[in-house]
């Protein structure tokens, strides 16, 4: 993928409010792109995981028409749904780690061979750190400076801290089950949506924002050139 691509001012980085309730503007998306690089995958405008399964009531008969116990059944693969704005030179299978769009001929769900991994960083807001740190062990102490605490909170001439925590849960080993996107007369924005199949998923304890979980194997996650899944490797 060309690095210009990351590098327009589509992808600046900006600051967001610091509350308790959960916001999408401290949600990041990371995967490895078609150069085999993990990187945030900017311009989603909808990142929507989710799963089910089926629980099944245990009757018997001649109790009448009463439940004795409902029984969890197997789970469902989990689903992620996700839309992002197309881009000339960055499309979401790029994204996802196939060589496509500019970088290659991948076209088609059909030319998709290897599975993926996706990584989630819902960050902490300088509140919600605060409260955090002070009843848990584990989390650098909280500074009342704003300037140093959150992901996306800026010193003049600097990067984002790097003290900001995060969770972080690793969905592994993804398939994209469906791909659409619409080319409207009256709409100029084109927007792609895939469907996301997860083989499972890996949860991580409180962590700063950027670092890797500690267990194996993903201390490093790390993928060669092709785009596969860690667990491939």
Known sequence: MANRDYDSYIFRRGVSPNTLSVISSKNRVFAYNAEGEQKQIGVIATFDPSEARTIEP?????????????????????????????LYLSNIYQVFGYKAGVDGIVRSLRHHRWPFDIRQEVVFSAVAKQHYGSSSEGVDSPTNDPLKVGDQIYKEGQGPDENAS???????????SDYSVSYASDTALVQETVTINVSDIMASTMLGAGDYPTDEPYSTLSIDGSG??????
């Open 58 to 86: 245990i009757r018997g008969i001649g109790f009448g028409d009463h439940i004795a116990e409902l029984v969890p059944g197997v789970t469902d693969p989990m689903t992620i749904s996700v839309t992002r704005t197309a």
């Open 166 to 176: 995060a969770l972080i849960t690793i969905y592994e080993a993804c398939w994209i």
């Open 228 to 233: 596969r899944s860690a667990r491939y490797s």
